[in-house]
T-cell receptor, first 115, second 110 residues
Framework: GAVVSQHPSRVICKSGTSVKIECRSL??????MFWYRQFPKQSLMLMAT?????????EQGVEKDKFLINHASLTLSTLTVTSAHPEDSSFYIC???????????FGPGTRLTVL | AQRVTQPEKLLSVFKGAPVELKCNYS??????LFWYVQYSRQRLQLLLR??SRESIKGFTADLNKGETSFHLKKPFAQEEDSAMYYC????????????FGTGTRLQVTL
């Protein structure tokens, strides 16, 4: 149980385009989802915390207008990278807490490459 | 501010040798500490948390508040332990937010 999926697993896009990444909890309802970013050989950096039905809470230094997060249901959160630039190329990972639990379950990640 | 430090990027040990992956933290309150593991081509998964005081796959970790450390130990390394290990901290009242260390790659060789 407690599986989190991400789609797509990897995406390549042109500079200036927008990319949407989906994070789904497959067998549980997620009250809270988290979005992380990981650069090569570096740690996971929390970008934002999203709660179903409310606005996401962004970490300091993360542009909310560039990284749009929507958590429309208890099983789906989306991260949209708007007007992507090569410096946005990274590995994006989501995680989710199930209702009544504080354990985070991680998705497999999405590798974004912006040309 | 909360911070997690893993001083070693790579730890290489022989099979059967003891393992200690170091983790130090900085936090003004009472944190909750975790170890996460990422095997090759797999997602990050929880290995253990300090409040459980359990041994998972032979690994243990004790929270030492005096030394602000949460080192991960295993008496006899196995090949299948080769993976990336991340230490993480959650502070009180931070809505489950985790702060990760930079990770240590454990390489167990024959």
């Amino acid at each position: 149980g407690a599986v989190v999926s991400q789609h797509p697993s990897r995406v390549i896009c042109k500079s200036g385009t927008s990319v949407k990444i989906e994070c789904r909890s497959l067998d549980f309802q997620a009250t809270t989802m988290f979005w992380y970013r990981q650069f090569p050989k570096q740690s996971l950096m929390l970008m934002a915390t999203s709660n179903e039905g409310s606005k996401a809470t962004y970490e300091q230094g993360v542009e909310k207008d560039k990284f749009l997060i929507n958590h429309a249901s208890l099983t789906l959160s989306t991260l949209t990278v708007t007007s992507a630039h090569p410096e946005d190329s990274s590995f994006y990972i989501c995680s989710a807490n199930s209702v009544g639990s504080d354990t985070q379950y991680f998705g497999p990640g999405t590798r974004l490459t912006v040309l | 501010a909360q911070r997690v430090t893993q001083p070693e990027k790579l730890l290489s040990v022989f099979k059967g040798a003891p393992v200690e992956l170091k983790c130090n933290y900085s936090y003004s309150g009472s944190p909750e500490l975790f170890w996460y593991v990422q095997y090759s081509r797999q997602r990050l998964q929880l290995l253990l948390r300090h409040i459980s005081r359990e041994s998972i796959k032979g690994f243990t970790a004790d929270l030492n508040k005096g030394e602000t450390s949460f080192h991960l130990k295993k008496p006899f390394a196995q090949e299948e332990d080769s993976a990336m290990y991340y230490c993480a901290l959650r502070g009180t009242g931070t809505a489950s937010k985790l702060t990760f260390g930079t990770g240590t790659r454990l390489q167990v060789t024959l």
